[in-house]
């Protein structure tokens, strides 16, 4: 059984910096991207970004020049550094893996940016 461990997340203010990262584990397996996921309440799950096996990016174009998404396919492991953060970017933050049997979620972190 895969499961995902994410970082703490926590309270920022506006224009720090938070760096995440989320661990697969279990056992052996293959898979094709993992990435970050927003939510805020009563809203859906929308895509931060995502890294692929062959490490192949995508972001938001809310993110774009602040978030950088980075992994380690041989740990399973994959990073989201956010930079210049905004109080729009709170939000809970879920960790997602792509295998070829489905997807992962993991558990799911606050993220609070203050002004």
């Known amino acids: 059984q895969v499961q995902l461990v994410e970082s703490r997340g926590g309270t920022v203010q506006a224009g720090g910096s938070l760096r995440r990262s989320c661990l697969a584990s279990?056992?052996?397996?293959?898979?094709?991207?993992m990435g970050w996921y927003s939510q805020a309440p009563g809203n859906k799950r929308e895509l931060v970004a995502i890294?692929?096996?062959?490490?192949?990016?995508n972001d938001a174009d809310s993110v774009k020049g602040r978030f950088t998404i980075s992994g380690e396919k041989a740990k399973k492991k994959v990073y989201l550094q956010m930079d210049s953060l905004k109080p729009e970017d709170t939000d809970i933050y879920y960790c997602?893996?792509?295998?070829?049997?489905?997807?992962?979620w993991g558990q799911g972190t606050q993220v609070t940016v203050t002004s």
């Open positions: 997602k893996l792509i295998r070829p049997s489905g997807t992962v």
């Open positions: 890294i692929t096996s062959g490490y192949n990016t």
């Open positions: 279990g056992s052996a397996f293959s898979l094709n991207a």
